[in-house]
C-alpha cells in the first residue's frame, strides 16, 4: 500500500464517458481519490446528506481534481455500466470530475482500498498527503455528519494554505470494496 509522503501510484482508469485519465496528467494539481459504492450504507450516508457532493463543489472550485473510483467487479455491489454510473451521478449530484470505472479492481488494490468512502489526497508532486476515513464519525446515519470532524476537509484546507497536513492518516470504515 502506498504510505503517506510518498509518491501516489499512477493509473489509468477510463471513466463513465469513456474518456481515459492519467493520475500523472494532473501534475501540479491536488487531486482526491475517492472509492466509491453507491449501495453501501456509509457512501449512502454521505450522498444522502449531500455532504460528500459539498465537498467535492467546494473543493472543485478551489481547483482539485476529485476523482471517484469504482472498483466493485460485475456481479457485485456498487458495479455499474457506464450509463447506470452516469445516471447515479446526475441524481445523487456528484460534483466529482469524473467517475473512474476499475472492474478489475486493479488500482483498488495498489491502493489497498479496503472500504467505501475511502478517501486520498494527492499533492500537486504526486505525493500522498492522506489516506483514510472522511470523518471520525463511523455510522451510516446522516444526522452524524453535522457534528463530524472531517479528515478530509482539513487536509484539503492545510494542503490549499500552504500547511503540511496535520492527520494525513486515518482508519477508513465503510462497507468492504467489492473486488
Known sequence: APQTGQSAPDFTLTDSDGKTHKLSDFSGKVVVLEWLNHGCPFVKKHYDSGNMQKLQKKYTGEGVVWLSIVSSAPGKQGHMSPTETNKAKS??????TAILIDEDGKFG????????PELFIVGKDG??????AIDDKKSTDPADVSGAKNFVAQALDEVLAGKPVSQPSSTAYGCSVKY
Open 127 to 132: 505525493k500522498l498527503l492522506y489516506a483514510g
Open 91 to 96: 441524481e445523487k449530484g456528484s460534483a466529482a
Open 109 to 116: 488494490k495498489i491502493y489497498d482500498a479496503k472500504v467505501t
